[in-house]
């Protein structure tokens, strides 16, 4: 079955960009969503089909895809935004979900 | 604002069955792919399976052989159950909705806040 796979993690300074990639042939084929999680609260989703926000999500938000990579950019990173990271898609076999491994961010 | 709430025993004993219902308020529960993940403390997220509209059903095929979903539209509930557990299944469980009614997209949109399982005897 298919697999996804992030950075364990990741850092960025205040106020600067960074990008968290997930890489998994998946993605050629379906779109990735992401989650936040922040300690002791569930998942929130904060992008899906590439590129669309839900309401209520900051639009230094941002992704992309690329061949087998997608990507969570984040502009002008704020403290609040130190979490971990997952991404999601399906198996391109049986149509089950998955998850990457999650990428911690750390805000310096 | 449709809101979940999972519960569940708590605690189970090797080999023995965990069931867990997840209660829907704010919404209906019809028309929506509603699937079950859960995370290890410290861990990533694993998706266990789904229910749609009561009776399709996709799970994820390293639990198919001892996993029930189902629901109960009368009383806005969805229930898992899980046999034969061991100490790998000591997890939280969250229930979570899928973002647009009738579509798949695996966009978990609303979710639990999520109840912690510990398999121990």
């Known amino acids: 079955s298919d697999e996804l796979t992030q950075d364990p993690a990741v850092s960025v300074a205040l106020g600067q960009t960074v990008r968290i990639t997930c890489q998994g042939d998946s993605l050629i084929y379906h779109f990735a969503s992401w989650f936040q999680q922040k300690p002791g609260q569930a998942p929130l989703l904060i992008l899906y089909d590439k590129t669309d926000r839900p309401s209520g999500i900051p639009d230094r938000f941002s992704g992309s895809r690329s061949g087998n990579t997608a990507s969570l950019t984040i502009t002008g990173a704020q403290e609040e935004d130190e979490a971990d990271y997952y991404c999601g898609s399906r198996d391109t076999s049986d149509n089950h979900a998955i998850f990457g491994g999650g990428t911690r961010l750390t805000v310096l | 604002q449709v809101q979940l709430q999972e519960s569940g025993p708590g605690l189970v004993k090797p080999a023995e069955t965990l069931s867990l219902t997840c209660n829907v308020s704010g919404g209906a529960i019809s028309n929506y792919y509603w699937s079950w993940i859960r995370q290890t403390p410290g861990k990533g997220l694993e998706w266990i399976g789904y229910i749609y509209n009561g009776g399709s059903t996709l799970y994820n095929p390293s639990l198919k052989s001892r996993l029930t979903l189902s629901v109960d539209p009368s009383k806005n509930q969805l229930s898992l159950r899980l046999t034969s557990v061991t100490a790998a299944d000591s997890a939280f469980y969250y229930c979570?909705?899928?973002?647009?009614?009738?579509?798949?997209?695996?966009?978990?949109?609303?979710w639990g806040h999520g109840t912690l399982v510990t398999v121990s005897s």
């Open positions: 979570a909705r899928d973002r647009l009614p009738h579509l798949l997209f695996y966009a978990f949109d609303v």
